[in-house]
């Protein structure tokens, strides 16, 4: 907004709502009669002249900081109520045009045990107010029972056709429960059925998230901040931003979609020891955090996966995912080209034999040989060794116990994920590690980490008697040995996916590009001044 001589300009793409209000005889407000217009060349600005008494408020956003939105309010004084009215229905009006992709009808989830339970609390005492000052009409669900969300959705109950959007007050969890949901009921309305390499369909509706949860990560990487206020008015500004999102595979039957982590070894561990402690609230995970760490398990695995087709674009390529992000944009445009019509993507077309030159190593940065042949994309890899944790990531999954996140240059709309190995090492070495990933600092030079930026991957435990001898390098393995590798083979993690435990070690996993729309933009580059933050940001005004 700027204010210059008698005249305001509002930018209603940052307007939250108007309401009349009194304003008292002293109060250092601009007014307008009636010259003022609204200026059809400068796009979403209203220019007000200043004249008489009554008046209204028009209820902007500011950025005070720390990728923090808080609103503030403009008085202008009109000289008559018949004036005063016209004009808060102008702006009204002008706010609901197609332009502004604003939602006006969403169905509100709110999970009353996330976090510190607080959620229906902060519902009622920031959200409600501002959903009410938007004009946003909502229908409001208190979950009753773990997917309660997802059954309603799944079933149709909501009529999903009639409402722009979906809110869910809580954590990741709740999250991925609404997502899952949503996915689900658009395959099934367009009977598709959800199995093994089928493409999932892209909903037309968007999914807001108020942060109430525990790790709140989705929040944190697509805001910046985990802020209740923040998230409410991206929602109400009909932010948008296409994430990708991953399906899940189990023994090759589809099981589930996951947006932020999927963990094996320390993160699956840590999900599982704190999973029956969740009356400890968020720290539940710091004390099972510490527990994995002390326990400093690994666990024998086998990781195919395919490498992302740009070879620019890496996991230690420093190249931050900001709003308006060039790498998501393009990757967006040539999915929306080739999503016009069913494509089966390229994907593995035979059992992999495992490579006789695989060998297995402490750390296992041996790469295998290039495996073009065993399948239709050059690109695979396979990595067999020893892990104290296998994650991958979609977006860099930053929130408060690790601000950069676990992937500080991950991309949120890219198509890709990244695949982060930590193979068998010292607790010393591991906590470093750990250290390095809370502060965001360099990792790439820690020699029993890989990381890459791949398309899908596959992962199983070397559990089998013909595991054996692919990692070892004796030819005849000894007795002794044998019995001691079979001890330690037959030792099996749990995966973490989005905070959910999958107790199969053996999946498979695709990213499907942007496939989920949120109610946010990116986290805005912090180097930019606001009115280039404005401008550069919403996709919502690309395409209108
Ligand atoms: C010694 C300092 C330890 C620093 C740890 C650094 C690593 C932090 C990486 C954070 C990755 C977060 C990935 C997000 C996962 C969530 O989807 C999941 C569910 O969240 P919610 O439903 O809100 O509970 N959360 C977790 O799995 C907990 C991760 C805890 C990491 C310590
Ligand atoms: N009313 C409920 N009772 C119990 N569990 C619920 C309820 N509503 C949702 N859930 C489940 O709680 C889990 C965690 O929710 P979430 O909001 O992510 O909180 P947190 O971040 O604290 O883990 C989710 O998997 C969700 O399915
Ligand atoms: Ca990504």
């Known amino acids: 907004m700027y204010l210059s001589g008698h005249e305001a300009s509002l930018d209603l793409r940052e307007v939250v709502g108007v309401k009349a209000v009194k304003i008292p005889a002293k109060s250092s407000t601009l007014s307008f009669g009636k010259n003022a217009k609204v200026d059809e060349n400068v796009p979403y600005c209203i220019e007000m002249q200043p004249i008489g008494p009554l008046g209204f408020s028009v209820v902007i956003i500011t950025r005070p900081g720390n990728h923090r939105w808080r609103c503030k309010q403009v008085s202008f004084q009109c000289k008559d109520s018949s004036l005063c009215h016209q004009w808060i229905t102008a702006i009204k009006e002008a706010l609901k045009s197609e332009a502004f992709c604003r939602p006006k009808k969403l169905v509100v989830f709110v999970n009353p045990f996330s976090g510190k339970k607080k959620a229906v609390k ?38 999903l056709k009639r409402i722009d959007g979906l809110v869910c007050v809580g954590g990741d969890g709740m999250f991925s429960e609404v997502l899952n949901g949503l996915l689900t009921f658009t395959a099934h309305d367009l009977h598709i059925e959800e199995m093994d390499r089928f493409e999932p369909v892209a909903p037309d509706i968007r999914i807001g998230i108020i942060p109430a949860g525990s790790t709140n990560t989705i929040v944190y990487t697509t805001t910046g901040t985990s802020d209740v206020v923040t998230s409410t008015l991206h929602i109400i500004l009909g932010d948008q931003i296409g994430i990708d999102v991953n399906s899940v595979n189990v023994n090759d039957q589809f099981v589930r979609y996951s947006v ?38 690994a666990y024998y695995g086998e990781i195919k996966y395919r490498l992302s087709s740009n070879s620019d674009s890496h996991p230690t ?36 034999q495992l490579d006789e030159q695989s060998d297995f190593m402490k750390h296992s940065n041996s790469q295998s040989s290039d495996l073009s042949g065993s399948y239709s994309d050059s690109n695979w890899r396979t990595v067999i060794g020893k892990f104290v944790a296998v994650n991958s990531v979609t977006m860099s999954c930053s929130c408060d116990l690790s601000p950069p996140g676990m992937s500080p240059y991950c991309h949120l ?24 990933t809370a502060k965001g600092e360099e990792r790439k030079n820690l020699d029993f980490i890989q990381m890459h930026r ?39 993690s749990v995966w973490n996916c989005d905070g959910e435990v999958i107790d199969q070690p053996k999946i498979s996993v695709r990213v499907h590009c942007q496939l989920v729309k949120l109610f946010a933009r990116g986290v805005e580059d912090p180097s ?9 940001c919403s996709p919502s005004f690309d395409n209108s």
């Open 122 to 159: 902060l519902y009622r005492d920031k959200v409600l107010p501002l959903f009410e000052l938007a004009d946003i009409h909502v229908t409001y669900i208190e979950t009753e029972r773990q997917n309660h969300a997802r059954d309603l959705l799944v079933q149709n109950s909501l009529d």
């Open 260 to 297: 932020t982590l999927l963990g094996y070894g320390y993160m699956g561990d840590l999900l599982k020891d704190s999973d029956n402690k969740r009356w400890m609230g968020p720290s539940r995970y710091s004390w099972s955090g510490t527990k994995s760490f002390l326990a400093n398990n």
């Open 317 to 352: 390529d420093a190249v931050k995912c900001y709003s308006g992000c060039d790498i998501c944009s393009m990757a967006g445009q040539s999915n929306s080209r080739s999503t016009s019509k069913v494509e089966i993507s390229a994907g593995r077309d035979t059992d992999l």
């Open 413 to 436: 709309g890219d198509g890709c994920m990244d695949l982060i190995m930590v193979s068998q090492c010292s607790r010393i070495e591991f906590l470093k590690f750990l250290l390095r």
């Open 454 to 492: 791949v398309k899908e991957f596959s992962f199983r435990p070397l559990t089998e008697d013909s595991d054996l001898l692919s990692i070892s390098s004796e030819e005849n393995i000894p007795q002794s040995k044998k019995v001691k590798l079979k001890r330690q083979t037959s030792r099996t």
């Open 528 to 536: 930019l001044q606001d009115d280039q933050k404005r401008n550069c």
